[in-house]
DNA sequence: CACTTGACAACAA
DNA sequence: CTTGTTGCCAAGT
């Protein structure tokens, strides 16, 4: 059996822990981007929170569908069950999405940083 | 400790 | 559209 690890378990969260509290945050019908991420974290970078977002599926519901890269492309659909899951997700929030591509994107997109308090260092 | 892996970003050609 | 490079850095082996 492959090891399987619980981060609202752990007693020391890990980089990708705070990845998907701030994965939860983003709204329903809004989308954020892997670099946002890492911005508001203020550590790591963009490879970390797509990698971290890949570790999302230990059972955690993590809205990950709303996670796109730069340009509004889903990116990670390819990591879904199924390649559509992730735009047929976004398509029932009401965020359109042509050829993998999320339509507005700049409208949809919802930034951590500008919304979420910073990050403290003692919790 | 050394090495490899990435759902990225930004740029060049 | 494609193929490159460089930077990034936690976690896994």
Known sequence: MAKK?????????????????????IP?????TYGAIADYLALGS???VGWALNKSFY???????RVVNRKGELSGRIHFPTPTMME??????GVEVYQHKV???NERLWKPA???P??????
């Open 88 to 93: 047929e997700l976004l398509t029932q929030e």
């Open 5 to 25: 690890i619980n981060p609202f378990q752990k007693k020391n969260p890990s980089y990708y822990d705070k990845v998907f509290e701030v994965t939860r945050q």
């Open 103 to 105: 339509v507005d994107f």
């Open 59 to 65: 059972g955690i519901q993590v809205p990950a569908h």
């Open 28 to 32: 329903y019908g809004r989308v954020s």
């Open 114 to 116: 500008e919304h979420l």
């Open 118 to 123: 910073p990050v403290n260092p003692e919790d």
């Open 46 to 48: 963009a490879r970390m």
